[in-house]
């Protein structure tokens, strides 16, 4: 069994050092402790801060080769919620839109799905890992006005997680919907205690431990799948 995956900087392994002061790629993240875990190849197509639009343009990219892969792993929705700060900084009162309205995200993550069964693959998609508010807000409005951006969240830093929150229930929706295996690495992510010591500083990327955590669970997840190639396999 093979994979390939489509995603943002969560699933390419992107986490912020303390020590560097700066985003650096994980050695260790839970697509290469996976692969490294269970056998199984995969190929990591993910991109530092793809949304679904600028995911669906790699993946056409790479339509040609997706048929070669038995699954196609998609994670997305962390970059489409956020927002343009710094113009939200400048300006609290205008109808400031996320950075592909969520409306706009379901389309397109639709069409990604049918695109990859259209080349031969098994979309399976992931839930958005989880945010720790107060973090994510001190680091998107350094240098900024934080008075104003605190305005356009309601006086209310927790309203970031219940955005971004509608977006995972969304991926939640459109899995359902169109049937697609949905693996839980939120879930995962807080069931854990003090799930906030998961995350890095910028209070939205999983820290090595938290891509641990995700590890665990998917490589579980992986296993089971590769079970039920094999069973299907021997009974053809």
């Known amino acids: 069994m093979n994979i390939c995956v489509f995603g943002d900087s969560i699933t390419k392994g992107v986490v912020f050092d303390d020590v560097k002061n700066k985003y650096t790629f994980l050695k260790d993240s839970f697509v290469n402790l996976v692969q490294a875990e269970t056998s199984v190849e995969i190929k990591n197509f993910a991109k530092f801060g793809s949304t679904t639009v600028k995911g669906s343009e790699i993946m056409k990219k790479h339509e040609d080769s997706i048929g070669d892969y038995d699954y196609t792993f998609l994670e997305f929705g962390g970059n489409d919620c956020d927002f343009l700060w710094s113009e939200i900084a400048e300006d609290p009162g205008l109808n400031h839109q996320s950075l592909v309205p969520i409306d706009q995200f379901r389309q397109i993550y639709i069409s990604m799905i049918a695109k990859v069964r259209a080349c031969g693959s098994h979309p399976v998609m992931l839930t958005l890992p989880p945010l ?41 929706e459109i899995a359902a919907e169109q049937n697609v295996p949905l693996l839980d690495i939120r879930s995962a992510v807080l ?33 089971e799948l590769a079970d039920a190639d094999s069973a299907i396999a021997k009974t053809a």
């Open 132 to 172: 720790v508010s107060e973090r994510f807000f001190s680091w998107v409005s350094r240098g900024l006005d934080q008075n104003n951006i605190m305005k356009f969240l309601g006086g209310d830093a927790e309203y970031i997680y219940r955005w971004h929150g509608q977006y995972d229930l969304m991926v939640r």
């Open 191 to 223: 069931s854990q205690p003090d799930y906030q010591s998961l995350v890095c500083i910028d209070g939205m990327h999983p820290n090595c431990r938290g891509h641990r955590v995700i590890a665990d669970f998917l490589a579980k997840a992986v296993k």
